[in-house]
């Protein structure tokens, strides 16, 4: 069964501190990995996507890792702000139109 | 914005009202979707209509039924729901090609469903 974990569930960081998310996976075969925010009554948007081949990709403060070989990835978010405060969705890709969705990680950054 | 409207984006209903969601999509995409997002659980995938036809129903309860009639606007027509449908439903939309692999969905805001 394709299955998308994410680890913490949720944390609590000070505003200017860095924090790393998460995410492990077992679907097969891979095609693609995203990194979605979302806000409090928004939908998710995308902040990064990796293909097998790439190891890392950065959006401003944040950074996404992959390691296909162990079905892992990380987001990094440098230097936090209180906007940051969002859940953050690990979304694993293999065929067709579907995505696993992973149940994501609750992030509050406080003054 | 992500080019991806929802209405309405509040609705509370009773079991045995029929109430409708729309969607629409401003970004010339081909595939539009269905999700529902529960408290503490992944998305679930609903539907998936590509080029107005649909493509997916995930075991999807028959008191919803989507319905594109072109590929900008989707709705979910909802009719005799359950206190558990009651979740956050959001509409995606992406722009499927032969070999591409990317597939990136836009979601819209999504629309707060409460059924008492």
């Known amino acids: 069964k394709n299955q998308v974990e994410q680890s913490p569930q949720s944390l609590i960081i000070l505003e200017g501190k860095n924090c790393t998310l998460q995410c492990n996976y077992t679907v097969s075969p891979f095609s693609n990995l995203r990194w979605y925010k979302q806000d409090t009554g928004r939908g998710p948007v995308s902040l990064t996507i990796m293909t097998f081949s790439e190891n890392t990709k950065s959006n401003g403060r944040y950074t996404a890792t992959l390691d296909a070989d162990t079905k892992q990835s990380s987001l990094h978010i440098t230097a936090s702000q209180l906007s940051d405060s969002a859940s953050y969705i690990c979304v694993v890709k293999n065929s067709g139109y579907a995505l696993n969705f992973g149940k994501g990680t609750s992030l509050l950054v406080t003054p | 914005e992500t080019g991806v409207t929802q209405t309405p984006r509040h609705l509370v209903m009773g079991m045995t009202n029929k109430k409708s969601l729309k969607c629409e999509q401003h970004l010339g995409h081909n595939a539009m979707y269905w999700y529902k997002q529960s408290a503490k659980k992944p998305l679930e995938l609903m539907f998936v209509?590509?080029?107005?036809?649909?493509?997916e129903n995930n075991s999807v309860p028959s008191r919803f039924s989507p319905e594109c009639p072109n590929s900008s606007h989707l709705f979910l027509h909802l009719h005799t729901l359950q206190p558990e449908d009651s979740a956050l439903y959001l509409c995606?939309?992406?722009?499927?090609?032969?070999?591409?692999?990317?597939?990136?969905?836009?979601f819209g805001p999504g629309t707060r469903l409460t059924v008492l």
């Open positions: 995606a939309s992406s722009q499927v090609e032969g070999g591409s692999s990317y597939n990136e969905q836009f």
């Open positions: 209509y590509n080029f107005k036809e649909q493509t």
